[in-house]
């Protein structure tokens, strides 16, 4: 069974920075996609940033120049730097990622959430 591990969540002042990790066990398929999604209060969850397998990334406008996504295969672990946080990336963070089987199925999996808030 699947398991995605977030961790790293928490208080943040303005101008802070927190780093979120997420690591995924338990699939013997390939992974794939891996990616960080939010949901701010009231509102719907967005794509943040993701990263495929071989490295290459997609962000948000919204973060671009703040955020830094990351992976580390060997772990399978996937990696959120945020810094210059403000209060609009309050939000519940969501790991997702995505394997390969043989037959090229896509199965698609998420993380339990992680509430990153950012106040003074």
């Known amino acids: 069974q699947v398991q995605l591990v977030e961790s790293g969540g928490g208080l943040a002042q303005p101008g802070g920075s927190l780093r979120l990790s997420c690591a995924a066990s338990?699939?013997?398929?390939?992974?794939?996609?891996m990616a960080w999604y939010r949901q701010p209060p009231g509102k719907q969850r967005e794509l943040v940033a993701d990263?495929?397998?071989?490295?290459?990334?997609n962000y948000a406008d919204a973060v671009k120049g703040r955020f830094t996504i990351s992976r580390d295969n060997a772990k399978s672990t996937v990696y959120l730097q945020m810094n210059s946080l403000n209060p609009e990336d309050t939000a519940v963070y969501y790991c997702?990622?995505?394997?390969?089987?043989?037959?090229?199925?896509?199965?698609?999996?998420w993380g339990q959430g992680t509430q990153v808030t950012v106040s003074s």
């Open positions: 997702n990622v995505k394997y390969e089987t043989s037959y090229r199925t896509v199965l698609q999996y």
């Open positions: 338990g699939s013997r398929y390939s992974l794939r996609n």
């Open positions: 990263i495929s397998s071989g490295g290459s990334t």
